[in-house]
């Protein structure tokens, strides 16, 4: 079974600073898909950023940018220029390639940007 | 844009009760999802149904069941309510490998 595994509850940073979540999986399989995803509070989680396993290149959109490193299973998600609106939960999450699409979350960072 | 939509965002219900969790998609979307999402333990699938009248157990489906009579609509469904059963529950579908998710239900079970 997949795991995932997020080892930041909390995190905390200023306005326009960068900052970097961590996420590890854990998986036996070759084809599969990572995201994350955004929930902000009392608000709808949204889909930031997905990354498929046979790409090498590092997914960017906008500010956010993963470090996807296959071998180390581990899948960090950027931000950089941060700002007010980027604070929420962030959850990252594992889905096995041709399969039903299942996600596996891991258990989310909370992040707060202050001002 | 993608719409799902939860019949409640709050619902408060008493032990032993028989609770519906409503959601509905506008996309056509085959796949649809249910997870409860805790603190600390994140989001963990209780069912999924990928066509109508189609349902398999996620990770943790001890204590619920769900029905799908039509493509758009995926109920959830407490048989008899308990206290362990606190949570917030969130609904989605998916197309291709991205999933849209709902407002979400809070359910307080006293």
């Known amino acids: 079974a997949q795991t995932v595994t997020q080892s930041q509850p909390e995190m905390s940073v200023q306005e326009a600073e960068t900052v970097t979540l961590s996420c590890t999986y854990d998986?036996?399989?070759?084809?599969?898909?990572l995201f994350w995803y955004k929930q902000p509070p009392s608000r709808q989680m949204i889909l930031v950023i997905r990354?498929?396993?046979?790409?090498?290149q590092n997914a960017t959109e906008n500010r956010f940018s993963v470090n996807f490193q296959k071998a180390a299973k581990s899948f960090s998600l950027k931000i950089s220029d941060s700002q007010l609106g980027d604070t929420a939960m962030y959850f990252c999450a594992f889905m096995r390639g041709g399969g039903a699409q299942k996600l596996v979350f891991g258990q989310g960072t909370r992040l707060t940007i202050n001002p | 844009d993608v719409k799902v939509t939860q019949s409640s965002r709050y619902l408060v219900k008493r032990t032993g009760e028989k609770v519906f969790l409503e959601c509905v998609q506008d996309m056509d979307h085959e796949n649809m999802f249910w997870y409860r999402q805790d603190p600390g333990l994140g989001l963990r699938l209780i069912y999924f149904s990928y066509d109508v009248k189609m349902k398999e157990k996620g990770d943790i489906p001890e204590g619920y069941s769900v029905s799908r009579e039509k493509k758009e609509r995926f109920s959830l469904i407490l048989e008899s309510a308990s206290t362990n059963q606190t949570s917030m529950y969130l609904c989605?579908?998916?197309?291709?490998?991205?999933?849209?998710f709902g407002p979400g239900t809070r359910l307080t079970v006293l």
């Open positions: 989605a579908s998916s197309y291709m490998d991205t999933q849209y």
């Open positions: 990354q498929e396993a046979y790409k090498q």
């Open positions: 998986t036996s399989e070759n084809n599969y898909y």
